[in-house]
């Protein structure tokens, strides 16, 4: 009887966990004695382990977003190893601390002892086995620093125009024809030729903008910056300049 009343406690909490959103999980977290920041984003919290075995050594600051399979390690069982072989047991923990303004990827785990800085990328697939300084791009196995934030920061500006072409060419084939191409087709991509008319006079578009900046960037402001196209259709001449499509529009 014992038994299955333990399964049946299991299984509630695997389906409590399931179908806890983001804004429960933090709730949890916080309930648990682990401080998280404000804007604290777990994408699958059913998909995330964070240490809650010495929640008082785990740090989560503001505007965070924490993508599939997350965890985070305050302690490990090494003298799972030293028991058997030494006939000792050896304590292990450490803190954890990760700062503000940060972005996981999938599958990113952090292991006890570590650091992580305000302002970093920390690459899917990362195993965090030491401190990350602020304003870094990390990743590996285990992960390292590759690039400062100014640096990847300038990459991502030189890439993003050929990326949209490549996007809208590609989506072009499958609509049949760059003329079916719409505003609200580009979900980020706006950013190369979005007035603030057209951003007013379009709803979908609106409101990628909106989710995409979250209060974070004067949208005015932003609408009315340098840009490479002044419009959606000198985005797409240019398009078709670059490449052998069909434009009607």
């Known amino acids: 009887m014992v ?18 959103s983001g804004e429960e999980y933090v709730s949890y977290l916080r309930k648990m004695g682990i401080r998280v920041g404000q804007n604290v984003k777990f994408r699958y919290p059913a998909h995330t382990l964070i240490d809650t075995n010495r929640p008082c050594l785990v740090e989560l600051g503001d505007n965070l977003d924490i993508n599939d399979n997350f965890v985070v390690l305050t302690h490990d069982f090494t003298s799972f190893v030293f028991r058997g072989y030494y006939k000792d047991f050896v304590n292990s923990s450490g803190r954890v601390k990760i700062g503000s303004n940060i972005v996981f990827g999938r599958n990113v785990t952090i292991l006890k002892g570590v650091t992580i800085g305000d302002n970093c990328i920390i690459g899917a697939g990362s195993i965090v086995s030491s401190s990350i300084p602020q304003n870094s791009v990390a990743v590996g196995v285990p992960a390292k620093v590759i690039c400062s934030l100014d640096e990847y920061y300038k990459k991502r500006k030189n890439q993003q125009l050929s990326e949209a072409f490549e996007y809208a060419i590609e989506l072009a084939k499958q609509k049949g024809g760059i003329e079916k191409l719409e505003m609200g087709d580009f979900p980020e991509e706006w950013v190369l030729f979005l007035s603030e008319e057209e951003y007013k006079n379009n709803n979908k578009v609106r409101h990628n903008v909106d989710f995409r900046l979250k209060g974070k960037v004067d949208i005015h402001e932003f609408l009315n910056r340098s840009r490479p196209f002044d419009t959606f259709d000198a985005f797409l001449e240019a398009v078709k300049r670059n490449n052998d499509i069909h434009l009607t529009r």
């Open 3 to 20: 038994r299955y009343i333990q399964r049946l406690k299991t299984i509630i909490r695997r389906l409590w966990r399931e179908s806890m």
